[in-house]
Nanobody
Framework: QVQLVESGGGLVPPGGSLRLSCAAS????????MGWYRQAPGKQRELVAS???????NYADTVKGRFTISRDNAKNTVYLQMNSLKPADTAVYHC??????????WGQGTQVTVSS
């Protein structure tokens, strides 16, 4: 089973930027759709961005215009560029396929904290 390792999170002030990476232990080229999810304390996990192969992308309304998802199948990596960050973006960010891979496919995630 493909293992996913997220990185790139941190503490940034409002208006700042971060670039998250998700490295897969195996090939993602055959995975039709990949996504970035986030889970804030006390809230359910939500899908914020998705990408079909390296073409079509979709975003939650809350991040549209600020976040950009991309994928590099040759590197088995998915990225999330996050700009104009807001305190409401504070969460643990995970990547996974859509729908999520079966079994224990979720990685540790990477913490993003937006605060002054």
């Amino acid at each position: 089973q493909v293992q996913l390792v997220e990185s790139g999170g941190g503490l940034v002030p409002p208006g700042g930027s971060l670039r998250l990476s998700c490295a897969a232990s195996g090939s993602i080229s055959n995975i039709y759709q990949m996504g970035w999810y986030r889970q804030a304390p006390g809230k359910q996990r939500e899908l914020v961005a998705s990408i079909i192969h390296s073409r079509s992308t979709n975003y939650a309304d809350t991040v549209k215009g600020r976040f950009t998802i991309s994928r590099d199948n040759a590197k088995n990596t998915v990225y999330l560029q996050m700009n104009s960050l807001k305190p409401a973006d504070t969460a643990v960010y995970h990547c996974n396929s859509i729908p999520p891979m079966p079994g224990d496919s979720w990685g540790q995630g990477t913490q993003v904290t937006v605060s002054s």
